[in-house]
């Protein structure tokens, strides 16, 4: 089994994170991508400008990657906390997928700085790096523009492009939302609409388009995961 780590800030996430995971997933012939949002940067720790919280970030990579196929969407440094170390987490994927060949996808700017990681020599022992150029997009200049009030559709996936615009966060009642999720999973992964949501659970019906482009509207779409306002 192929299996693809792909980390970052994802502060916010944008379409060029996608495409490079597509890239990825075509050329590596991967079986599996991992997309795992860090809790905290090691290489943003005195910057400390964090933008959005873990919760919305992960909300918005869920989004971001929805019905992709082979993209798994994973929390497991979020809910580590603290500085999110690539070899930490690689440890743990190479046990849990024994004899797994695992790809490290990392951005070219990377590269220079690589054997400054943390327990490089270990690190590269466990997986292969695959970089990749930087694209058009950037986290920066969706914050830049978003800032400035312009639009960020060219930038971002249509999903991450509304949450952002209106104020989008998961529901606050957990039980609730992982009552909706278990019955997702039992049902295959259809909603009462009969629109897909699994892996990651965001609803792009039109309905919800329509309430989050109405002004007046506040409250939970119809599925009870999201809340405007």
């Known amino acids: 089994m192929k299996i693809g780590i792909f980390g970052g800030s994802f502060n916010p996430v944008h379409s060029g994170h996608v495409g490079i995971a597509k890239r990825a997933i075509e050329e590596l012939a991967l079986d599996k991508l991992i997309v795992i949002p860090a809790s905290v940067s090691p290489f943003k720790i005195e910057a400390n400008a964090e933008y959005l919280d873990g919760a919305k970030r992960l ?14 969407v994973d929390a497991r440094e979020l809910e580590r906390g603290g500085v999110s170390y690539a070899i930490d987490t690689v440890k743990e994927i190479a046990a849990e997928n024994n004899g797994a060949e695992i790809f490290f996808i990392i951005g070219e700017d990377s ?13 590269v022992k466990l997986c292969t790096f695959k970089s990749y150029p930087r694209t058009k997009e950037s986290s920066s200049l969706v914050r830049q523009r978003l800032g400035a009030g312009e639009d960020i559709s060219d930038l971002v996936p249509e999903a991450v492009a509304l949450f952002l615009k209106y104020n989008v966060a998961e529901n606050e009642d957990t039980k609730i939302v992982d009552a909706v999720r278990a ?47």
């Open 111 to 123: 590269l220079e700085g690589l054997e400054g990681w943390k327990d490089y020599n270990e690190l």
């Open 59 to 72: 909300m918005l990579v869920r989004a971001a990657f929805n019905g992709m196929a082979k993209v798994q």
């Open 183 to 229: 019955g997702l999973i039992r049902k295959e992964g259809y909603c009462p609409c009969r629109l897909p949501k699994l892996p990651e659970f965001f609803c792009p019906c039109d309905e919800f388009k329509g309430q989050l482009a109405d002004p007046t509207f506040t409250g939970l779409c119809h599925c009870r995961l999201y809340k405007k306002g």
